[in-house]
């Protein structure tokens, strides 16, 4: 009751900010002309404010994005505001391991340098479906191939980390709904990964955002012990209406909205954790943290299992290195 009071005051934490703190707020004093920032899901809501502000303060953009026209519609807008900005488009399907490893293939002949790696695209699917590598599609886009572009991406931020002396930052984009996926990780994933099976599009989402963070906690004690100048924490952006419930729109999406309309934020607002953890330098050093309102706090206890996160790599592993059938799906065998 205590911490919904301080959320819907505003209350500032031991940041100097929180809920009702924005992204240009959080980065006022922030000089990013020497950043090159990959940020996905940037076509729209949070990750379009997240770039939009990033543009803002200075830094070099790359946009991934499915939808290239609806990416170079977001360029455009950035552009406008901010005419010197340099915003580079490049194609990227997150649910399709090939695409990914495509978009990475051609963002290394760029040789550009990467400081700044965001994973913020998700989806919220209503329906069930299958990607293209027999992995059920909301856990495909939302974690699976942000999995694998971080892991490809790695070395290129390492490497621009070591050239520059300048600490290299990956942000997650993860939910509070993380906290309501109980049980067996893997067990649920093969059993939505059939073609037929009993679909909790909400529950399949929570697994999602789970992996979420569970990554962020195993690739920072992986990144620790290579002594990577490069560290990774993972965010709860808050509650906010935005494109991620495109597949529900509806009288019922509608009404649920407006009664929650008081717990809701902005998407300025919504993007001010994303910022301050990509780009504040209180955060030197600070890695495998989840934040929330601009402010460190604790995940679930299933997001705080050493053992879970090392299971769900070693799976993650095999899921992107191996061809799967849309009938059989066994990250074991």
Not at 153 to 176: D, H
Not at 303 to 314: F, I, M, P, V
Request: charged fraction near 20%; proline fraction near 3%; aromatic fraction near 6%.
């Amino acid at each position: 009751m205590i911490e919904t009071g301080k959320y819907l005051l505003g209350a500032v934490g031991v940041s100097g900010f929180g809920s009702k703190s924005t992204a240009e707020e959080v980065t006022e004093n922030c000089d990013l002309r020497s950043t090159t920032a990959v940020i996905t899901g940037a076509t729209s809501g949070i990750g379009a404010e997240t770039a939009r502000v990033l543009a803002k303060r200075g830094a070099r953009l790359i946009f991934p994005a499915r939808n290239v026209k609806a990416a170079e519609e977001a360029k455009k807008k950035i552009v406008c505001e901010f005419p010197e900005t340099e915003i580079v488009v490049m194609e990227l399907d997150l649910s399709s391991i090939s695409s990914v490893r495509r978009f990475v293939s051609h963002f290394e002949s760029l040789d550009l340098p990467l400081n700044l790696l965001i994973n913020n695209a998700g989806r919220l699917a209503h329906e069930h479906a299958i990607s293209e590598d027999g992995i059920e599609m909301t856990f495909a886009t939302n974690y699976l191939g942000h999995f694998l572009l971080t892991n490809l991406l790695i070395k290129k931020m390492i490497k621009t980390a070591e050239e520059t002396g300048i600490q290299g930052r990956i942000v997650n984009v993860t939910s509070g709904i993380h906290g309501w996926f109980t049980g067996d990780m893997i067990e649920y994933l093969r059993l939505i990964s059939q073609p037929k099976c009993q679909f909790d599009a909400t529950r399949a989402y929570a697994l999602s955002k789970l992996a979420n963070v569970l990554h962020t906690k195993e690739l920072s004690s992986r990144l620790q012990k290579m002594e990577a100048n490069v560290t990774v924490n993972c965010i709860h952006p808050g509650v906010v209406r935005t494109r991620l419930t495109r597949d529900r729109e509806g009288l019922l999406t509608d009404l649920a909205f407006f009664l929650a309309s008081k717990l809701l934020k902005t998407v300025p607002q919504a993007a001010a954790t994303t910022c301050y953890v990509a780009t504040n330098p209180r955060l030197v050093n600070v890695s495998g943290k989840y934040f929330t309102d601009c402010n460190e706090t604790t995940p679930s206890g299933l997001g705080t299992d050493s053992s879970e996160a090392t299971k769900l790599w070693a799976a993650s592993e095999i899921l992107v290195t191996q061809q799967h059938s849309k009938t059989v799906f066994d990250p074991f065998t």
